[in-house]
Nanobody
Framework: QVQLVESGGGLVQPGGSLRLSCAAS????????MAWYRQAPGKQRELVAH???????NYADSVKGRFTISRDNAKNTVYLQMNSLKPEDTAVYSC???????????????WGQGTQVTVSS
């Protein structure tokens, strides 16, 4: 059983910053990729940022230069530093991992429960 626990969401004014965290625990042998997605009301879920096991990153065009994804492999945790937040960044943010289980063969995906980020004055 693998669980992802997210934290760090909340209400922030335009131009402000938030840092999201997502800690994975359970029967994890190793984590390949980690990513953050978001879904705003009435919109499809979109990829925000992605990071590989080697540290390579990619971002949605809408967040480039403002958001930074990072990971701590020792803690099985992925972070999303969000700066210069805009009202259009308002959404539920969810983390996901692709990992090797310590008990089962193959690669698996798992998702966090999501955390609300609201950017408003």
């Amino acid at each position: 059983q693998v669980q992802l626990v997210e934290s760090g969401g909340g209400l922030v004014q335009p131009g402000g910053s938030l840092r999201l965290s997502c800690a994975a625990s359970g029967s994890i042998f190793s984590i390949n990729a980690m990513a953050w997605y978001r879904q705003a009301p009435g919109k499809q879920r979109e990829l925000v940022a992605h990071i590989t096991s080697g540290g390579s990153t990619n971002y949605a065009d809408s967040v480039k230069g403002r958001f930074t994804i990072s990971r701590d492999n020792a803690k099985n945790t992925v972070y999303l530093q969000m700066n210069s937040l805009k009202p259009e960044d308002t959404a539920v943010y969810s983390c996901t991992i692709k990992y090797k289980d310590s008990k089962l063969p193959g690669l698996f995906d798992n998702w966090g429960q999501g955390t609300q980020v609201t950017v408003s004055s």
